[in-house]
C-alpha cells in the first residue's frame, strides 16, 4: 500500500494528501514526529521532512515538489500542473508563491509560533512574529482574492496544483483559528470552493492534540 | 533576444544562467535591484524576485524552479532533469535540498549578511549569524562530499540540475570567500569538475561592486 509519511498541521503535507485524493489514488497516512530524527525515517529523507512518499513502485519520494513533480509524470490522468507551457509556467509560479513565499511571509510565522511550537513542545509564542503574520496575511489574502475574481481558479480556467498549495497553507492556518476570512470576500468564496471537494474532507476531520478548531473550521457553508 | 532579469550574487540566478547556457540557448543579462522594487520589474513578477526570464516566445517566467522545469519542457535536447521517474526523484529531491535547506542552513546567513547587506545597503554582518551559517557549511559539505565520492554526480551517473543548484549557492559563497574547501576533498574535486565546463565561464568573471573575491576563486586548478 502507498504510505505518506506526513504531520497534520504540515501545509507541504496537506498539499499531497489534497493532489493524492484528486488523483484517487488511496493511500495510508503515518504522522513523522520529524523532530524526534528517527534513524529509520532520516534513512529515507536525510533532510528529515515531511512529506515523504513510498509509493507502491518501490519509490521512496522526498520534498512536496518533487512529490508534485512526480504524481503528475507518473499518474497523468488527472494532470494538476496545466497542459501548455503557459499554464504549467503559471501553475508553478504560483506554487513557488504559496510555497515559499506565503510561507516565508505568513505561514512560518503564525502556524510556527501557534501550532508547531506547541507539537514539538518548544514553548510559548513569540507575539512579534505572530503580529507580522497578520499584517502579511492581509496583503497575501489581498492578492488570492484578486486572482479568485479574475480567474475562475488560481492559475487560469481550471483547477491546479495552484489551488491546493494555497489551500492547504489556508487550511493549515485556518484550523488554528488564524485566517479573517472577512478581509477579502473573493478569497473566501474561493476558499468554500475548494473545501467543498472530497478530496478534502479528511483534512477537515484531522484533530491535533490539544488544539480545537473554530466552529466554521469544517463547516462547507461558513 | 531572450532577457534574464538577476542579481550577479543571487544562487538562483546563477542556477538559470548555468541552465541556459547548458542548454545552449543565447540570452542577455539584465541586472535587477530587487529592493528597489521597481514598478515595471513588479508588473513582470508580483513576488519582487530575480531570477525573471523573458523569452523570444514572449513568456515572462518567474521563479528558478519554474524557470528550471520550463527550460526542460520547452528545449528539451539537452535534458536536465533526468530521464526515468527515479531518476527524475533524485535530481528534484536534491534541488530543493540545495534550494530550500542548503538555502536556509548557509546561505542565507553567510551570503545574506556578507554580500547582500552590502549591495542594499543595510548594514554591518550579525556575527551569530554567520557563525551558524559556517557551522551548518561544515555538515553540507561533508553531505555533498558523500555524494560525490559515490556517485559521478550529484544525483546519479549524469550531470543535472542537482549540479547546477549546487554549484550555483556554493559558486555565489566561494565569490565572498566563505567556502573552506578543506573540509571535504571529493566535495572540492566536484567542484573543480563543475567550474571547468564553459557554462561557468561567465560566472567566474563576474564582479561585484566592493567585492574581491579570493584568488582560487576564478581559478580552474584551485
Redesign the interface.
Known amino acids: 500500500m502507498r504510505l505518506l509519511y506526513h504531520l497534520p498541521h504540515s501545509p507541504f503535507s496537506r498539499k499531497v494528501r489534497l493532489v493524492l485524493a484528486e488523483k484517487r489514488l488511496p493511500f495510508e497516512l503515518r504522522v513523522e514526529k520529524t523532530w524526534e530524527r528517527r534513524e529509520e525515517f532520516l534513512e529515507l529523507n ?2 528529515g521532512t515531511v512529506p515523504v512518499l513510498a509509493d507502491e513502485n518501490g ?1 521512496i ?3 512536496s ?2 512529490i508534485c ?2 504524481l503528475d ?2 499518474y497523468p490522468d488527472v494532470p494538476l500542473i496545466g497542459r501548455t ?2 499554464e ?2 503559471e501553475v ?2 504560483l ?3 504559496f510555497d ?2 506565503f510561507n516565508h511571509d505568513v505561514t512560518r510565522h503564525l502556524l510556527g509560533e501557534k501550532i508547531m511550537k506547541r507539537v514539538a513542545g518548544r514553548g510559548q509564542p513569540d507575539t512579534g512574529a505572530l503580529r507580522v503574520g497578520y499584517a502579511n496575511l492581509k496583503g497575501h489574502l489581498e ?1 488570492l482574492g484578486y486572482l479568485a475574481e479574475s480567474r475562475k481558479w488560481l492559475a487560469g480556467g481550471t483547477l491546479s496544483l495552484a489551488d491546493f498549495a494555497a489551500a492547504a497553507h489556508l487550511s493549515a492556518l485556518d484550523f488554528a483559528g488564524e485566517v479573517d476570512w472577512s478581509i477579502s470576500a473573493p478569497a473566501k468564496e474561493w476558499y468554500a470552493r475548494i473545501k467543498s471537494r472530497p478530496s478534502f474532507r479528511p483534512i477537515l476531520a484531522d484533530r491535533m492534540g490539544g488544539v480545537t478548531p473554530p466552529a466554521h473550521y469544517a463547516d462547507l457553508d461558513f
Open positions: 536525510p533532510a519509490l519520494i522526498s520534498e515538489a518533487a513533480e512526480y509524470e507518473a507551457l503557459a504549467r509556467v508553478r509560479r506554487v513557488s508563491w515559499l513565499k492578492y
